[in-house]
């Protein structure tokens, strides 16, 4: 029955192992039942001789002795050793195992522990006995214990206590003491030698003595002994009993750099509660400690009240006042760290430490150390617009925030959306989501931009004054021109785009279909004609607007009440294009179109 359940557990092996690629590995023990393997939770023994397995990549196994025997060694086909920890070989499976084979040497420890030694112990029920080499946990009975080992491997026997507060009290080899390293006693056996082993605590008094380094005096605010204060704490000794725990508390006020316990040092350097747990003799506890110094820093700053500077990190609060643009700020030693923040409306336009630009929004001080702010207000003194074909279009997630992390996409709607800003919005970062269908295209300035990588929505952009960023959502853009022709004697300001100015209107502007053309007359009243239909002035009637709508654009501006610019006709029963308000094209006609608002000839039809 025995070699079923070993054959059934092997089959749950393979039949898992199938399931992926394979990777055939061999493993081989002389001995049989001496090596158990666990994979995956399903432990199985080896048979002996070879064992083929077919594996997953990655698997991981780990092989260990069955009593008595214990694994000594792991070769690969090479002869390349594996390492082996506390007994115990753990395996990854690679695809470079595949046809490896690895030969597993094993030791009856019941033949090879062939030397004895006499254990004797007083309470057994607090002490960790582990042999060296095949880290074999020993159970101990109370009084004479005959333990055999290897004399070739068992070298060692390491005791502990079973309590990490109360150590073994002590222990002897052949009557000689045996010192305790870090709590572990590690015992050299021979064959014949004695190990007696003290556990109990005797009762007995014990006495700690304090001394310290120079300034040391004081840096020790309080102690406990087994957690219980000890109100009679004199700064210089600590009567209690064998046995028993104590704990320094640290005092705040001085930078403790160092500790000393019997001549050893100690990891500690204040800063929370340090426990010596079981003081079993009398101690010398050695503290090296200073009060506190305190360090000065330069702060300069253009204008106090546009920076809150704190002590420590800002969520703290812990405010500095400020006494004008050059402060000399005192730091304590154990809390060096300087941080700001700008008041609203402000900015800050740079910062040196040392003389060094600084990035950051805190720094941990030195001595002498100057540090120099320099904040501004805010000015909006730069505009842009951004318009979008269709914002409607995007319909799951917009954003169009500035360098600052303020969010301002969540306000624009189809067509232009001004945008007042300064320099430290830049770069603004701009990106949408849409369960539709997009063109997602684009442009500063009529130049396609790129996103920050391939295939993504995401775009950063840094703004001019008075650039133009246009969205094509809806549509692919379509690219127009517009010829301005004037009569003699007669000028005109034009705009494009709300806030671009036309400079050269004997140059053909090339522009996207969508594109708003404002023209205001310059010294006298004018009328104006796009494509041959004359224009309706705005309220106030010396001003004109139109959109871009057909790839040719033909503009006349002529002084009011005149015929207009000789040898310019148009052909009125030609077909005209329309298109709606986002200057997508519709129709070539007005026939038949819903009701609604359209552009054609380059002026607004109402359709009912």
């Not at 030609?574 to 026939?591: D, F, I, M, R």
Request: charged letters at 15%; glycine letters at 8%.
């Amino acid at each position: 029955m025995k070699h079923l359940n070993k054959l059934a557990a092997m089959s749950l092996l393979l039949a898992g192992s199938m399931s992926a690629a394979a990777v055939n590995v061999t493993f081989h023990v002389d001995y049989p039942d001496a090596v158990s393997m666990s994979s995956n939770g399903t432990a199985t023994t080896l048979a002996a001789g070879n064992t083929t397995l077919n594996l997953n990549e990655y698997d991981y196994l780990s092989f260990s002795g069955i009593q008595p025997y214990v694994i000594t060694g792991v070769t690969n086909a090479s002869g390349t050793p594996e390492s082996i920890y506390s007994g115990v070989w753990y395996k990854s499976i690679y695809p470079t195992d595949e046809g490896q084979v690895y030969n597993i040497s094993v030791k009856n420890l019941d033949e090879a522990r062939t030397a004895s030694c006499s254990v004797s112990v007083d309470d057994p029920s607090r002490v960790n006995a582990v042999l060296s080499g095949t880290y074999t946990t020993l159970t101990l009975q109370e009084g004479n214990n005959t333990v055999r080992f290897d004399p070739e491997v068992e070298t060692t026997l390491m005791l502990s206590s079973s309590d990490y507060q109360k150590p073994l009290y002590r222990v002897t080899l052949d009557g000689v003491d045996v010192p305790s390293q870090g709590g572990t006693f590690n015992v050299p056996l021979t064959q014949g030698c004695n190990v007696d082993i003290t556990a109990k605590i005797p009762e007995a008094p014990v006495t700690v003595a304090f001394s310290y380094s120079e300034e040391g005096m004081g840096a020790i605010s309080r102690v406990a002994v087994d957690g219980v204060n000890y109100a009679e704490f004199d700064g210089a000794t600590v009567s209690m009993m064998a046995g028993q725990s104590l704990t320094l508390t640290p005092n705040s006020a001085y930078n403790i750099t160092g500790l000393q316990i019997n001549g050893v040092s100690q990891g500690w350097t204040g800063g929370y509660d340090y426990t010596i747990n079981g003081i079993v003799e009398d101690m010398q506890v050695y503290v090296e400690a200073h009060p506190y110094s305190t360090i000065s820093v330069t702060l300069n700053v253009t204008d106090p009240e546009q920076i809150t500077v704190y002590r420590g990190y800002s969520h703290n609060n812990d405010v500095i006042t400020l006494s004008g643009t050059a402060n000399v700020i005192e730091l304590p030693e154990n809390n060096t760290l300087l941080s700001w923040s700008v008041a609203n409306g402000c900015y800050i336009e740079s910062v040196k430490v040392g003389g060094e630009t600084f990035s950051g929004d805190y720094v941990t001080c030195t001595d002498g150390m100057v540090i120099d702010i320099v904040t501004k207000a805010i000015v909006m003194d730069k505009s842009a617009v951004v318009w979008i074909d269709d914002r409607s279009a995007v319909d799951t997630y917009f954003s169009f925030e500035t360098a600052t992390r303020e969010q301002i996409g969540s306000a624009f709607t189809t067509g232009y959306n001004i945008v007042d800003f300064y320099d430290g919005y830049n770069p603004f970062g701009m990106s949408w989501y849409s369960q539709n269908e997009t063109v997602g295209k684009v442009y500063v300035n009529d130049v396609l931009q790129s996103p920050m990588y391939a295939g993504s929505t995401t775009y950063q952009l840094s703004l001019a004054d008075r650039d133009v960023v246009k969205l094509f959502y809806a549509a692919e853009p379509v690219d127009c021109t517009v010829t301005f022709s004037l009569c003699e004697g007669v000028t005109a300001d034009v705009t494009r785009d709300i806030i671009c100015d036309v400079a050269d209107l004997d140059a053909t502007l090339s522009c996207f279909a969508g594109t708003q053309i404002n023209i205001a007359k310059a010294d006298k009243s004018i009328d104006v004609k796009v494509n041959g239909e004359t224009l309706t002035a705005l309220e106030g009637g010396e001003n004109y607007q139109f959109v871009v709508t057909a790839p040719q654009t033909n503009v006349e501006i002529s002084a009011r009440g005149t015929e207009g610019i000789d040898g310019i006709t148009t052909d009125s029963e030609v077909a005209v294009p329309v298109y709606n308000l986002q200057g997508v094209k519709v129709s070539e006609t007005l026939e038949g179109l819903p009701a609604g608002i359209y552009i054609t000839s380059g002026r607004k039809v109402v359709v009912k």
